[in-house]
């Protein structure tokens, strides 16, 4: 059973760019969470989704970033024109999703490092 | 509003030492609290978590935290470090009646010398 898979990696784009992080949640996970870490600081908490609902996207800055996770396929976080200060790594969480998730578990993918030139 | 803070960026002790990573929350509710590991190019695995019950939560690895609601603390302890305990340990809330989001702390970097 594989974990969170996370891709790519490594990003690496220039100011204006778009990039587009992909998560596929584990296996018969129906929740996933994306959260971001700056340098120095800890993880922030970006956004929740359901499977084609957003739950909850109070971390999400207003503009140039938006998330999705279908019906069928894996979650993306998009960032379009990029600048250096979204320079970082996205960390992608899923979970079963009973709804209460002092249950459950999250489950880390291994992350994104995006780095903007 | 629910936040952590976790006392110490980079937390060094010697093989064999106890460790002590420090975390005190705020919360207006009762709340519940995590442990993270994450070791150099991995997501993050959770240590141990506090929801109810047991103050003193043991976790894998040989880990351990109590719950102080006096203190506002959750500090993880482990008897006698280990080289392999080397990585940046988290401590998190979760905000429970909201599907399930953490506020996690800025992260403390323990490393072991031999």
């Known amino acids: 059973n594989a974990g969170v898979m996370q891709n790519p990696r490594h990003l690496v784009r220039r100011r204006g760019q778009e990039a587009r992080l992909r998560c596929s949640p584990m296996?018969?996970?129906?929740?996933v969470y994306w959260y971001r870490q700056l340098p120095e600081e800890g993880l922030k908490f970006m956004v929740y989704l359901q499977k084609e609902n957003i739950i909850d996207e109070s971390g999400m800055p207003k503009e140039r970033f938006s998330a999705e996770f279908p019906k069928e396929g894996p979650s993306i976080l998009r960032i379009q024109q990029v600048v250096r200060g979204d320079s970082a790594a996205y960390f992608c969480?899923?979970?079963?999703?009973?709804?209460?998730?002092?249950?459950?578990?999250?489950?880390f993918g291994s992350g994104t490092q995006l780095s903007v030139l | 509003a629910q936040s952590v803070t976790q006392l110490g960026s980079h937390v060094s002790v010697s093989e064999g030492a106890l460790v002590l990573l420090r975390c005190n929350y705020s919360?207006?509710?009762?709340?519940?609290l995590f442990w993270y590991v994450q070791y150099p190019n991995q997501g993050l695995q959770l240590l141990l978590k506090?929801?109810?019950?047991?103050?003193l939560v043991k976790g894998i690895n040989g880990f351990e935290a109590e719950f102080k609601k006096s203190e506002t603390s959750f500090h993880l302890t482990k008897p006698s470090a280990h080289m392999s305990d080397a990585a940046e340990y988290f401590c998190?809330?979760?905000?429970?009646?909201?599907?399930?989001?953490?506020?996690f702390g800025q992260g403390t970097e323990l490393s072991v010398k031999p």
């Open positions: 998190a809330v979760l905000i429970y009646n909201q599907g399930g989001k953490l506020i």
């Open positions: 969480a899923s979970s079963i999703g009973t709804g209460k998730l002092i249950n459950e578990k999250l489950f």
């Open positions: 506090y929801t109810t019950g047991a103050t």
């Open positions: 296996k018969g996970h129906s929740h």
């Open positions: 919360s207006s509710v009762p709340p519940y």
